[in-house]
């Protein structure tokens, strides 16, 4: 089955009123691909909860008008994961773990530059049309925000405190592992850091702000690796 993604549409209003919905040009260029007509099924979501099943009123080769049939609404999970990590040197490392975090099921992304952070650019909306394809091809009704990258003393300043908010450090004199510390049905927070890891005094501040500092496992992990294995602990624990 292939998703449509119909962003900022309010797929309930439309299918009570029985308006014709335009597809976006980005999205009608994947559907010329698949090579459908009027008459045509088609699954839509708009990232924020709402999905349906649709029909292709009209389409040409500008644009591609449909109909909702039926709507089903998809309530946010009963928690919520936030993960703040570091954009790696290989930007396709970043992306990876966008993508399959997505799939996985994770509710917000922080890129936060660190200390020992190797890379000085980010493209968000790169990031984000990562998320989107994860996001249709795993057939989810939810799509990740993806905010813009901060540097981590301004993170931790602007972050909201709560008890499950967590750093993942490599230090001997760390030996609570993650899954051991997770509440579950509850917003978990966990910061991961850059190659480098983090610095002493990054962790320090951490702490202060209210984070814990926890390990992953005996493993030395890369970045993405680490970011992927807290978001699977968290959603595992909530199964």
Request: proline share 5%; charged share 25%; hydrophobic share 40%.
């Amino acid at each position: 089955m292939h998703l449509t993604y119909l962003p900022g549409i309010d797929l309930v209003r439309h299918k009570q009123t029985e308006e014709l919905l335009e597809v976006p040009a980005e999205e009608v260029a994947h559907l010329k691909v698949l090579r459908l007509k009027p008459g045509d099924a088609l699954s839509v979501t708009n990232g924020s909860g709402a999905m349906g099943e649709a029909e292709i009123f009209n389409f040409s080769r500008k644009n591609c008008l449909i109909k909702l049939l039926e709507v089903q609404l998809h309530p946010p999970k009963h928690y919520e994961v936030h993960l703040a990590v570091a954009p790696t040197k290989n930007i396709a490392r970043y992306e990876w773990f966008i993508e399959k975090a997505t799939e996985i099921g994770i509710d917000s992304i922080s890129p936060v530059w660190c200390e020992h952070s190797e890379r000085a650019h980010l493209r968000v909306d790169r990031l984000q049309k990562v998320a989107i394809a994860a996001m249709k091809q795993s057939l989810k009704a939810w799509l990740p925000v993806i905010n813009e990258p901060i540097k981590l003393d301004e993170y931790l300043n602007t972050c909201q405190n709560s008890s499950q908010q967590f750093i993942a450090w490599i230090d001997d004199t760390v030996n609570d592992h993650l899954k051991h510390c997770i509440m579950t049905e509850t917003a978990v927070s966990i910061l991961i850091g850059p190659e480098g890891d983090f610095s002493r005094r990054e962790v320090e501040l951490a702490v202060e702000h209210g984070f814990r500092p926890v390990t992953l496992g005996r493993e030395r992990l890369r970045t993405e690796t680490a970011a992927l294995v807290a978001c699977h602990i968290v959603n595992l624990l909530n199964q």
